[in-house]
């Protein structure tokens, strides 16, 4: 009887050592299967990284939106050109003062010449005379700077169809070999190119190239 109860005790504590064993293994298994659940907010953090993502596809469409202002505050710019020279492309007739006395000049301060042989409201400058010679044109009606003469400003259409600024009688030319404003380089020319006066009359005083003193009027 002894021994019988000696053996039954061995076993009940073998039996409980192996229930406790048991414990302790389902207790890791319970811990280590929380990892993962641990582990789990990373894929939170993948939604946070999508969330940047998504909030990235805004700021893209911010970058291109205002990509796309830029390019298309181009386009008011490049209209506001397109106004300016349509404005330019009336010529503007003024005057300036100098060694010839007072003169009619271009809106960029060139002299302007008259030539002897053109008849009354016509021009015979055409060709290689025309290069030399560059007629003043205009698309819209001339305008007068001071002092010039409005009513002394009309056109007349040239044989290639541009029109061409008319002073009193005289069609008015530009000089090729005039480089900055005011020059008279081309005063006298072969004796029938002259410098024209606010009356509208060729002024045929000595050549010079001296730049006048004073500036541009107009």
């Not at 999508?50 to 008011?76: D, I, L």
Request: proline share 6%; with cysteine.
């Amino acid at each position: 009887m002894i021994e019988a109860s000696m053996r039954w005790g061995v076993v009940r504590r073998v039996v409980g050592g192996a229930a406790l064993t048991a414990v302790l293994v389902t207790g890791c298994g319970s811990s280590t299967s929380g990892t993962p659940a641990i582990a789990s907010p990373s894929s939170g953090s993948a939604a946070v990284s999508g969330t940047a993502t998504t909030s990235a596809g805004p700021t893209g469409s911010m970058g291109s939106s205002r990509s796309g202002a830029a390019s298309s505050s181009v386009h008011p710019g490049a209209s506001s050109g397109a106004a300016s020279g349509a404005a330019s492309g009336a010529a503007v007739v003024a005057t300036t003062t100098g060694p010839l006395g007072t003169y009619l000049v271009d809106g960029q301060g060139r002299t302007l010449y008259m030539f002897e042989s053109d008849a009354t409201g016509t021009s015979s400058c055409t060709g290689g005379c025309a290069t030399t010679w560059p007629p003043l044109t205009s698309t819209g009606k001339p305008t007068a700077g001071a002092g010039a003469q409005p009513d002394r400003l009309t056109t007349i259409t040239r044989t290639d169809g541009t029109r061409q600024v008319v002073y009193s009688t005289s069609p008015l030319y530009t000089y090729h070999q005039d480089t900055a404003p005011g020059q008279t380089n081309g005063q006298g020319s072969g004796g029938k190119w002259w410098v024209v006066g606010v009356d509208g009359k060729p002024i045929k005083t000595a050549a010079g190239s001296a730049a006048p003193s004073s500036k541009t009027s107009g």
